[in-house]
Every structure is written in structure tokens, then in C-alpha cells.
């Protein structure tokens, strides 16, 4: 028993589900990745073009492919067929993919191979498999196989807990990019009030999200409001009103009584109201794992790391994932965090760096952006 007399057994029972090791063979950039272990926070860095974001679009498309079987709308999104294989389906004939979910109880195995289709540029499935090993055996169990080929996963029509688990981790993977913030973007519309469970991708439901913790949770309410004048002084509140149904992202300053609306906000501002909204959410309103691409940008070194430590704190009760080439923001990180991503002649890489090969250079209270900006990752000096 664990000193609030819950079993311990079921309290592992209800920690949330993290995806442990990666492999990927063939999905653009990521040629050879093999068994890669996730931290439960990882911080992907890398120069422009390295590929860091080529991780996250490998898990935004098993998002697609298992939220509603959509894998073909992802593919023709994403350019078409031939252009997910690393160089191209004549010198890459199959994409491979395993992947290990862990529970409190146990691991839980997926793998699958994914092959050109020349006709309309697409992909079949194929050799989908799955298992189950429990913590309390040493070795892992046999694979169970799905007979079936099709342009969709075969993985959704199976209804065993196994596969339940791996569908319901999976189907949530999408990234939170907030870069947008032009005229036409989401956020500057009026939204619809009942779209406030969970805050969108691109952002654009935030004052929906917001006016209903305003009604149902003040006190998580004024925690958001007080973080962001934490980071922006000119910041008194926002000012939501239902109106038929609909409310629009307004707020007032501290300093006079005028109502900005967003299009009078400046982009990093936008942005920021995104990411402290996010990452204040109560947990059950946030999925399992969470992506992240260049949270950083647009904002003041004094907002990245506020964002900063809201993601660790948040990463004790979820998986997050973040892609960036801010210095500023990996510094903020422990080496443990750190995968550097590079690339040569089109592969990318994805390398960790072991803190007994770098304890020398942090002894000598190097930062972890010199590590990388010297290039240390290949050797020392």
C-alpha cells in the first residue's frame, strides 16, 4: 500500500501512457533511427534544415492515420506519396516504424511498414503488428500479426485493450505551433463558446477556452492572467463576452481603459497568450504527449523562460516534445532533455549526449548551446 492506501499497483495503473523508444527506417530525413529512447521531456535542437521537425511530423501522421483513419488526407497534404520516403520511393521502397508505449502496468508494441503506391501518388499499409508485455515478466511477448493491406490502418478495428491503449496515445499526437497570427488566422475570428474543452492546435479557440475558465475555473483563470503580466506589464486582463453564442480575443491594458482587440496585438503577444493558456490547463484537458514547434518564437528571453519552466513542471504529468534552435531556450534544459538533431546529404541524425562525455565541459560551466553551437557532439577538444 502507498501512504494514501491506494495499491500501488493501481496507481501505476493510472500513470500516463509515454512513448518510450522510436525506430524509423525510410520516413523523409529519418533513414536509419534506430530503438531512440524518449526522454519524458526532449528537446530536439538543430540548425535550419537539420530535420527537427521531421520527428514531429512522423507522430502528427500516426495522429492522422489513427484519429479517424485519415492517412491519405495527411499523404496528400504532406506532398504526396513519394515524398514521405527518404529520397523518394525508387531509392527507399518501404518506410518501417516500431514503436514502445509505456503504462504503469507494461509496454505496449506497435509496428508497421508503409510502401509507394505510383497510382495517385499514395501509401498502403501493410505487417501492422502488436503486443503486450507485462512488467512483471522479463521477456517480451510474441507479436500478434494483422493480416490485412490497406490504405488505412487496420489497427482501429481491432478492439482488445492493447490496441485501445496504443490507438487512444497515438490518435492525440498534433503539434502546437502558434506561429500564425496573420489577418486570416484563427485566432483573430469569433469562436463559438461550447469549442473551449481543449485549446487547438493553431490557437484559434483561446478566447472560447478562456471565458470558460473564467465561469467554471476563476482561481486557474487569474493564475494565467497574473503569468502573463508576469512577462507583459502593459497586460491588465482579457475582456470576453458571450455574444449569441460567440466571443472574440479582446483584452485591456494596465496603464487606460482601451479594449485591444488581436489584430491590434503584437504577434509575440499572441503567441504568448497561447502557450501560458496551454500550459496552465489542468492536465485532464491536455493530451498524453504533447509537440511543440519553436515554442520561442517571437517571444522575450524573459517569456521563453517562463514557458520554460511551465514545460518542465508540466512534463512530471505529461509527455512533451519540443523542436527548436533557440540557445536561449535549450539552456534552460538539463542534458538529459537533449537529442541534437543534424544532417548530412539529406539524413538526419538524432544524437543524446551522455553526461559522463560532457560533465568535463559543465564542470567548466559551459552552457548546453556551447556544447552545441561548438560542435562538441562529435568529440572534444
Same mark, same amino acid.
Given at each position: 500500500m502507498t501512504d494514501f492506501g491506494v495499491p500501488e499497483i493501481e496507481q501505476r495503473a493510472q500513470m500516463p501512457v509515454s512513448i518510450k523508444t522510436v525506430t524509423i527506417e525510410g520516413f523523409r530525413g529519418l533513414r536509419n533511427i534506430q530503438n531512440l529512447e524518449l526522454p519524458q521531456l526532449t528537446v530536439l535542437i538543430g540548425a535550419n534544415g537539420a530535420g527537427k521537425s521531421t520527428l514531429i511530423r512522423f507522430f502528427e501522421m500516426l495522429g492522422w492515420m489513427l484519429? /479517424? $483513419?485519415?492517412?491519405?488526407?495527411?499523404?496528400?497534404?504532406? =506532398?504526396?506519396?513519394?515524398?514521405?520516403?527518404?529520397? =523518394?520511393?525508387?531509392?527507399?521502397?518501404?518506410?518501417?516504424?516500431?514503436?514502445?508505449?509505456?503504462?504503469?502496468?507494461?509496454?505496449?508494441?506497435?509496428?508497421?511498414?508503409?510502401?509507394?503506391?505510383?497510382?495517385?501518388?499514395?501509401?498502403?499499409?501493410?505487417?501492422?503488428?502488436?503486443?503486450?508485455?507485462?512488467?512483471?515478466?522479463?521477456?517480451?511477448?510474441?507479436?500478434?500479426?494483422?493480416?490485412?493491406?490497406?490504405?488505412?490502418?487496420?489497427?482501429?478495428?481491432?478492439?482488445?485493450?492493447?490496441?485501445?491503449?496504443?490507438?487512444?496515445?497515438?490518435?492525440?499526437?498534433?503539434?502546437?505551433?502558434?506561429?500564425?497570427?496573420?489577418? $486570416?488566422?484563427?485566432?483573430?475570428?469569433?469562436?463559438?463558446?461550447?469549442?473551449?474543452?481543449?485549446?487547438?492546435?493553431?490557437?484559434?479557440?483561446?478566447?472560447?477556452?478562456?471565458?470558460?475558465?473564467?465561469?467554471?475555473?476563476?482561481?486557474?483563470?487569474?493564475?494565467?492572467?497574473?503569468?502573463?503580466?508576469?512577462?507583459?506589464?502593459?497586460?491588465?486582463?482579457?475582456?470576453?463576452?458571450?455574444?449569441? =453564442?460567440?466571443?472574440?480575443?479582446?483584452?485591456?491594458? /494596465?496603464?487606460?481603459?482601451?479594449?485591444?482587440?488581436?489584430?491590434?496585438?503584437?504577434? =509575440?503577444?499572441?503567441?504568448l497568450f497561447c502557450l501560458i493558456t496551454l500550459l496552465n490547463l489542468p492536465p485532464a484537458r491536455l493530451p498524453d504527449v504533447m509537440f511543440f514547434d519553436e515554442p520561442e518564437l517571437g517571444l522575450h528571453p524573459h517569456a521563453i523562460s517562463l514557458i520554460a519552466q511551465m514545460l518542465k513542471r508540466l512534463s512530471k504529468q505529461r509527455q512533451i516534445f519540443i523542436a527548436t534552435q533557440s540557445p536561449y531556450l535549450v539552456d534552460c534544459f538539463e542534458l538529459e532533455n537533449i537529442i541534437i538533431v543534424s544532417a548530412d546529404n539529406g539524413e538526419t541524425t538524432l544524437r543524446k549526449l551522455p553526461r559522463a562525455d560532457y560533465q568535463t565541459w559543465l564542470n567548466d560551466e559551459y552552457e548546453l548551446s556551447d556544447i552545441w553551437l561548438k560542435q562538441a557532439v562529435g568529440g572534444h577538444e
Open positions: 484519429r /479517424s $483513419k485519415r492517412l491519405q488526407e495527411f499523404v496528400l497534404l504532406q =506532398g504526396g506519396g513519394d515524398d514521405q520516403f527518404f529520397m =523518394g520511393a525508387r531509392q527507399t521502397p518501404r518506410i518501417h516504424a516500431q514503436l514502445c508505449l509505456q503504462t504503469g502496468l507494461g509496454l505496449n508494441d506497435y509496428r508497421f511498414d508503409m510502401v509507394h503506391v505510383s497510382a495517385g501518388d499514395t501509401v498502403m499499409l501493410m505487417n501492422e503488428g502488436y503486443r503486450y508485455s507485462a512488467n512483471t515478466f522479463a521477456s517480451k511477448a510474441k507479436w500478434t500479426e494483422i493480416d490485412a493491406v490497406g490504405k488505412e490502418s487496420a489497427l482501429l478495428d481491432k478492439t482488445d485493450k492493447t490496441c485501445k491503449t496504443i490507438v487512444n496515445l497515438l490518435r492525440q499526437c498534433s503539434t502546437y505551433q502558434f506561429h500564425d497570427t496573420s489577418s $486570416k488566422a484563427a485566432i483573430h475570428n469569433r469562436w463559438d463558446i461550447t469549442d473551449s474543452l481543449r485549446l487547438r492546435s493553431d490557437g484559434g479557440n483561446l478566447a472560447a477556452v478562456l471565458l470558460d475558465l473564467l465561469n467554471t475555473e476563476p482561481k486557474r483563470y487569474e493564475l494565467i492572467v497574473k503569468q502573463i503580466r508576469r512577462v507583459l506589464p502593459v497586460f491588465q486582463d482579457f475582456v470576453l463576452e458571450d455574444i449569441a =453564442g460567440k466571443v472574440l480575443l479582446r483584452w485591456i491594458g /494596465s496603464k487606460s481603459d482601451k479594449v485591444f482587440g488581436s489584430h491590434l496585438t503584437s504577434d =509575440g503577444s499572441l503567441r
